[in-house]
């Protein structure tokens, strides 16, 4: 067995009291903006509906929107860890938020989710074959800065053509900022089909323009998430530059 050189780092990327640290503490965000209080009822969201009348809303059609929403971001913490610890499950989990995610997304006005999503979806199902093939790590190359710079590239495309297609929310700060995240994570997405090491750069730049944009919004739950998210990116990026591969079955 190889010999990693800083088994530390290592245990604290593959821990899993940081799994359950994870899936708490956005379970624990969700609940405290309130996500569950959302449903989707006569083409509408409504928000901030009682957990107790819930069930009425339900029984009369209405959509649980934000029961979903919450428990889709826990499974997408887990699948971020599961990534970084280079289990190829963290992929296949990818799929299945993605689906859900979009869904979500186009209901909350992002209607350029019906074309954005399907681009992750397929680079995650990329990912999910070529690591089931035995991807290994790697350093960057000049393909890596090709595909940041064109995740950005696509990325604004997309979205802008999004909205111009299917409407929904088209006010400029909006769509901007839509279509950076967007492109930020599909270069970041596409990096991760190929293990590039600096994946991981490429999710602390992502978390630091969202923990950024939170904070400016005085929007301390979501800071919560973003310093999480942005240490499990640093610590996973420093793990997989120093310690390579992990030693895992195909999956």
């Given at each position: ?18 799994d359950?640290?994870g ?36 029984a ?5 929107l934000?029961?979903?929403s ?28 993605t ?13 350029s989710?019906v074309?954005t999503?399907?681009?992750?979806f397929l680079?995650h199902?990329?990912?999910v074959g070529r690591?089931?093939k035995?991807?290994k790590?790697?350093s ?10 064109g ?7 997309l979205?802008y053509?999004?909205?111009?297609l299917?409407?929904g929310r ?5 769509l901007?900022?839509?279509?950076l ?10 990096c991760?089909?190929f ?7 490429s ?7 969202q ?5 400016m ?8 998430k ?11 990026l420093?793990?997989?530059?120093l310690?390579?591969?992990v ?5």
């Amino acid at each position: 067995m190889r010999t990693v050189k800083q088994p530390v780092l290592r245990q604290i990327v593959q821990s899993q009291y940081i799994d359950v640290l994870g899936a708490a503490l956005i379970f624990g965000v969700c609940y405290a903006r309130d996500f569950h209080g959302t449903i989707y009822y006569q083409g509408a969201l409504q928000f901030g509906v009682p957990f107790g009348e819930l069930g009425t809303y339900l029984a009369k059609g209405a959509f649980p929107l934000g029961i979903f929403s919450v428990i889709g971001a826990v499974f997408s913490v887990l699948s971020t860890r599961l990534v970084g610890k280079q289990n190829n499950w963290g992929n296949i989990i990818g799929v299945f938020t993605t689906i859900s995610s979009g869904s979500i997304d186009f209901m909350f006005g992002n209607h350029s989710a019906v074309i954005t999503y399907p681009v992750t979806f397929l680079i995650h199902n990329l990912a999910v074959g070529r690591w089931h093939k035995g991807e290994k790590i790697r350093s960057r190359d000049q393909f890596y800065y090709l595909i940041n710079a064109g995740g950005l590239v696509v990325g604004f495309g997309l979205v802008y053509l999004g909205a111009y297609l299917f409407g929904g929310r088209t006010d400029h700060a909006f769509l901007i900022l839509v279509s950076l995240i967007f492109g930020l994570s599909l270069g970041a997405n596409f990096c991760n089909v190929f293990k590039y090491e600096e994946t991981w750069f490429s999710w602390v730049v992502y978390n630091i323009i969202q923990l950024v944009k939170n904070a400016m919004q005085l929007n301390i739950a979501n800071v919560v998430k973003y310093v999480f998210y942005l240490f499990n990116a640093a610590i996973t990026l420093f793990d997989w530059k120093l310690n390579g591969d992990v030693e895992v079955k195909p999956v």
